[in-house]
């Protein structure tokens, strides 16, 4: 049995190792970090954050300019002189068609309109996709297929129906108030009151929450989809029901979706222009809305640097949430989002 | 609770006329079963069988279409899982991730509202039984899959229970950790004689557990019986076949006056006991395990002897199996691991019509 091959394997097992491993490739493998791959990958990228990041440059050098400056007309040079002026009057003293406390107003709407709509929206869709996915009932899919086919739908088709409903909702409930109000309180004109939904905050915030519903229950329904049914199982043998399986076993296993789903609503509703403007009265107005009747207003010279200062200022919220949130966002979406 | 009338006790767990359909899909056929009072009982049977149907349907998780459940002479038909007396472990581990193994003990009864100072008594009883002291700190993320499913039989063990149920607890684990862990369940059996149901379609761990077996195929009992029974009295072929490894030799052929014939092997079936005392002539399968065959110098003090022409060997450490012909369809034959055989060879071989078992040819019946 002594061909060559064996007789050569045999001596060369007897040398030492290293001297072995010298004839070929060995240990890590070399990287280049100037490949051409590399030089075209990260010189896409870079074209594309300047592309992203011009408009963005432009718009802050610009609202630190004072106006004589902005008039020389290079958007691109860095400001000579420092001035947050823009900044204050685009918060406090810019003037819509209707007032003149700037952006303020607005702000402080958004946020009454942004906090209640992201919690009832999130508590409505987390407990339905629960439900949905965990405790199906009969017509449990149909369900949930109808509420997907709303998804489908364009806003702009709803848009007056719901200004009936909300008109009508607020008048129906209205007269129950009125007429059951003398059971609780006897007190002289406490019943004159009326509920108001078309035109309000509260009749913004149930809209935001309604048309949040299709792809909240989606998410939160495949998110729980995903954990697995004999966890469930062990739980309701452990004597936890509908309730304490929620809040006990998978709410605490739910951040990232928790995330995800904040996210999503917080921009979404921050960014909204359309329901601001249709559901709500003038001094209601969401910041958007302020914003664009800031920008447009037609009252003497156009303030290139307000203006400026005003759009920063409504960005900064979904701004700053993508900037704390940005890598749980990607979790939580690789996490149940995309799994049916 | 109203419904939860006293039915008679004695028995741990009775199934009545059980039916459970999934839409138009019929799971579980008309099932009746009666468990004893600290009783090991194995349902056993091929995947999609309705093991674990069944299981689900004992703890409650699944609402049947038909038939009652009784618990300790409880009707817990319609009863919440938690109010039946059960506790269950499963494939998977099923523990809550963001606890800790105590917390994971204590969740159940936390949920019943026991007092602390029990809770404390009952965990820490629960994991010196199953050895789990020095890990009560730590997530499940942190365990084997051995600590998990310790940990998950910890949980029904401190809930009290009147009967375990297992669905296939030891599958996920590897092979020599299945053994351990089988041995140590069969401990714990012996140490709380609760009744246990267990779920598997492992032959040894049914086999090694069980005081009794259920053989289940398309949501039926085939039979029910001691591991004993199931393994030397099969009920039918089907159960017959199911039950070893390598599974047994089945040869078609007629019984006539008592002598099963099938070409020109004649096997004369005395001390074969018949389920039936009158037997008619018919056509017939007779059954032979492989490690009833007798071969060496035992084959020539058989009641039947004949010669097979060996023609595969497979040799495998503490026994070897030998693959013949005999009446023309394939005849296996479990001999010792040291036996010398070689394919080509011509084997004598002894016959034991005593230990065969015999089976109606269409209706496939033990006769
Ligand atoms: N939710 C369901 N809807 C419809 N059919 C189902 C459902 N769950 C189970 N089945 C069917 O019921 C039958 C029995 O399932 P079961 O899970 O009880 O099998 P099993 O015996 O436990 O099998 P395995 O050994 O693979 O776990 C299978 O044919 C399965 O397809
Ligand atoms: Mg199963």
Same mark, same amino acid.
């Given at each position: 049995?002594?061909?060559?091959?064996?007789?050569?394997?045999?001596?060369?097992?007897?040398?030492?190792?290293?001297?072995?491993?010298?004839?070929?490739?060995?240990?890590?493998?070399?990287?280049?970090?100037?490949?051409?791959?590399?030089?075209?990958?990260?010189?896409?990228?870079?074209?594309?954050?300047?592309?992203?990041?011009?408009?963005?440059?432009?718009?802050?050098?610009?609202?630190?300019?004072?106006?004589?400056?902005?008039?020389?007309?290079?958007?691109?040079?860095?400001?000579?002189?420092?001035?947050?002026?823009?900044?204050?009057?685009?918060?406090?003293?810019?003037?819509?068609?209707?007032?003149?406390?700037?952006?303020?107003?607005?702000?402080?709407?958004?946020?009454?309109?942004?906090?209640?709509?992201?919690?009832?929206?999130?508590?409505?869709?987390?407990?339905?996709?629960?439900?949905?996915?965990?405790?199906?009932?009969?017509?449990?899919?149909?369900? #949930?297929?109808?509420?997907?086919?709303?998804?489908?739908?364009?806003?702009q088709v709803m848009l007056y129906p719901i200004v009936i409903m909300l008109r009508d909702t607020g008048g129906f409930l209205?007269?129950?108030?009125?007429?059951?109000?003398?059971?609780?309180?006897?007190?002289?004109?406490?019943?004159?009151?009326?509920?108001?939904?078309?035109?309000?905050?509260?009749?913004?915030?149930?809209?935001?929450?309604? #048309?949040?519903?299709?792809?909240?229950?989606?998410?939160?329904?495949?998110? #729980?989809?995903?954990?697995?049914?004999?966890?469930?199982?062990?739980?309701?043998?452990?004597?936890?029901?509908?309730?304490?399986?929620?809040?006990?076993?998978?709410?605490?296993?739910?951040?990232?979706?928790?995330?995800?789903?904040?996210?999503?609503?917080?921009?979404?509703?921050?960014?909204?222009?359309?329901?601001?403007?249709?559901?709500?009265?003038?001094?209601?107005?969401?910041?958007?809305?302020?914003?664009?009747?800031?920008?447009?207003?037609?009252?003497?010279?156009?303030?290139?640097?307000?203006?400026?200062?005003?759009?920063?200022?409504?960005?900064?919220?979904?701004?700053?949430?993508?900037?704390?949130?940005?890598?749980?966002?990607?979790?939580?979406?690789?996490?149940?989002?995309?799994?049916? | 609770?109203?419904?939860?009338?006293?039915?008679?006790?004695?028995?741990?767990?009775?199934?009545?006329?059980?039916?459970?359909?999934?839409?138009?899909?019929?799971?579980?056929?008309?099932?009746?079963?009666?468990?004893?009072?600290?009783?090991?009982?194995?349902?056993?049977?091929?995947?999609?069988?309705?093991?674990?149907?069944?299981?689900?349907?004992?703890?409650?998780?699944?609402?049947?279409?038909?038939?009652?459940?009784?618990?300790?002479?409880?009707?817990?038909?319609?009863?919440?899982?938690?109010?039946?007396?059960?506790?269950?472990?499963?494939?998977?581990?099923?523990?809550?991730?963001?606890?800790?193994?105590?917390?994971?003990?204590?969740?159940?009864?936390?949920?019943?509202?026991?007092?602390?100072?029990?809770?404390?008594?009952?965990?820490?009883?629960?994991?010196?039984?199953?050895?789990?002291?020095?890990?009560?700190?730590?997530?499940?993320?942190?365990?084997?899959?051995?600590?998990?499913?310790?940990?998950?039989?910890?949980?029904?063990?401190?809930?009290?229970?009147?009967?375990?149920?297992?669905?296939?607890?030891?599958?996920?684990?590897?092979?020599?950790?299945?053994?351990?862990?089988?041995?140590?369940?069969?401990?714990?059996?012996?140490?709380?004689?609760?009744?246990?149901?267990?779920?598997?379609?492992?032959?040894?761990?049914?086999?090694?557990?069980?005081?009794?077996?259920?053989?289940?195929?398309?949501?039926?009992?085939?039979?029910?019986?001691?591991?004993?029974?199931?393994?030397?009295?099969?009920?039918?072929?089907?159960?017959?076949?199911?039950?070893?490894?390598?599974?047994?030799?089945?040869?078609?052929?007629?019984?006539?006056?008592?002598?099963?014939?099938?070409?020109?092997?004649?096997?004369?079936?005395?001390?074969?006991?018949?389920a039936a005392p009158q037997v008619s002539d018919g056509p017939a399968t007779i059954g032979i395990r492989p490690e009833h065959v007798v071969?060496?110098?035992?084959?020539?003090?058989?009641?039947?002897?004949?010669?097979?022409?060996?023609?595969?060997?497979?040799?495998?450490?503490?026994?070897?199996?030998?693959?013949?012909?005999?009446?023309?369809?394939?005849?296996?034959?479990?001999?010792?691991?040291?036996?010398?055989?070689?394919?080509?060879?011509?084997?004598?071989?002894?016959?034991?019509?005593?230990?065969?078992?015999?089976?109606?040819?269409?209706?496939?019946?033990?006769?």
């Amino acid at each position: 049995m002594a061909n060559p091959a064996t007789l050569a394997s045999t001596f060369a097992a007897k040398q030492p190792v290293h001297d072995r491993l010298d004839d070929g490739p060995h240990g890590p493998r070399p990287k280049r970090s100037f490949s051409r791959a590399n030089i075209f990958l990260y010189g896409t990228l870079a074209l594309v954050s300047i592309y992203y990041l011009l408009p963005l440059y432009v718009m802050l050098v610009t609202s630190v300019k004072g106006m004589p400056e902005i008039r020389m007309g290079n958007v691109f040079a860095p400001p000579m002189e420092v001035t947050f002026e823009p900044w204050v009057k685009a918060w406090a003293e810019a003037c819509t068609g209707v007032n003149c406390d700037g952006l303020s107003r607005g702000f402080w709407n958004s946020v009454r309109i942004l906090i209640p709509s992201v919690l009832l929206s999130i508590t409505i869709a987390l407990i339905s996709g629960y439900a949905l996915s965990k405790w199906k009932f009969k017509g449990s899919e149909t369900f #949930f297929t109808i509420l997907i086919i709303g998804a489908f739908i364009p806003y702009q088709v709803m848009l007056y129906p719901i200004v009936i409903m909300l008109r009508d909702t607020g008048g129906f409930l209205t007269d129950i108030w009125q007429a059951t109000c003398g059971v609780f309180t006897s007190a002289e004109g406490s019943c004159r009151g009326r509920i108001q939904l078309f035109g309000s905050l509260s009749g913004l915030v149930i809209v935001h929450s309604i #048309f949040g519903m299709p792809i909240l229950v989606l998410l939160f329904r495949n998110y #729980f989809a995903s954990i697995p049914d004999e966890l469930f199982k062990a739980a309701r043998v452990d004597g936890a029901g509908f309730w304490g399986i929620l809040f006990r076993i998978m709410l605490p296993m739910s951040m990232p979706i928790l995330v995800v789903a904040m996210i999503l609503q917080v921009t979404g509703i921050w960014n909204d222009f359309l329901f601001g403007v249709v559901y709500t009265r003038a001094e209601q107005y969401p910041m958007t809305v302020q914003l664009n009747n800031i920008v447009n207003s037609v009252q003497g010279v156009k303030e290139y640097n307000v203006n400026m200062a005003a759009t920063l200022l409504t960005g900064l919220v979904p701004l700053t949430i993508y900037f704390f949130s940005g890598k749980l966002f990607v979790r939580g979406i690789a996490a149940g989002a995309v799994k049916g | 609770m109203n419904e939860m009338t006293k039915v008679d006790a004695g028995h741990s767990v009775e199934i009545r006329h059980l039916d459970l359909q999934f839409g138009a899909v019929e799971v579980l056929k008309d099932l009746n079963l009666d468990i004893h009072e600290g009783e090991f009982l194995v349902l056993l049977g091929s995947s999609g069988c309705g093991k674990s149907t069944l299981l689900n349907c004992i703890a409650g998780l699944l609402e049947v279409t038909a038939g009652q459940i009784i618990i300790k002479g409880k009707n817990v038909t319609w009863a919440e899982p938690s109010e039946r007396g059960i506790g269950m472990v499963f494939q998977s581990y099923a523990l809550y991730p963001q606890m800790t193994v105590k917390g994971n003990l204590s969740f159940g009864l936390k949920n019943a509202r026991v007092p602390k100072a029990e809770i404390e008594k009952r965990v820490a009883r629960a994991a010196e039984i199953l050895q789990i002291e020095p890990l009560l700190d730590r997530k499940p993320g942190a365990l084997s899959g051995g600590q998990r499913q310790r940990v998950a039989i910890g949980r029904a063990l401190v809930r009290d229970v009147d009967v375990f149920l297992f669905d296939e607890p030891l599958s996920n684990l590897d092979a020599k950790l299945r053994a351990e862990l089988r041995v140590e369940l069969k401990r714990l059996h012996n140490q709380l004689e609760n009744t246990m149901i267990y779920v598997t379609h492992d032959q040894v761990e049914a086999m090694t557990l069980a005081d009794r077996i259920a053989i289940m195929r398309g949501g039926k009992i085939m039979q029910l019986g001691s591991p004993d029974e199931i393994y030397n009295r099969p009920q039918n072929r089907y159960v017959a076949d199911f039950i070893g490894s390598p599974s047994m030799n089945f040869i078609d052929g007629r019984l006539e006056g008592g002598v099963f014939t099938s070409g020109e092997l004649r096997l004369p079936m005395e001390g074969y006991e018949y389920a039936a005392p009158q037997v008619s002539d018919g056509p017939a399968t007779i059954g032979i395990r492989p490690e009833h065959v007798v071969t060496g110098e035992l084959a020539a003090s058989a009641p039947v002897q004949t010669e097979v022409l060996v023609e595969l060997v497979e040799p495998m450490g503490s026994d070897t199996l030998v693959y013949t012909e005999l009446a023309g369809e394939r005849f296996r034959i479990r001999m010792d691991g040291q036996a010398v055989v070689h394919a080509g060879d011509r084997l004598p071989i002894g016959l034991v019509p005593a230990k065969a078992s015999m089976f109606d040819k269409s209706s496939e019946v033990r006769l």
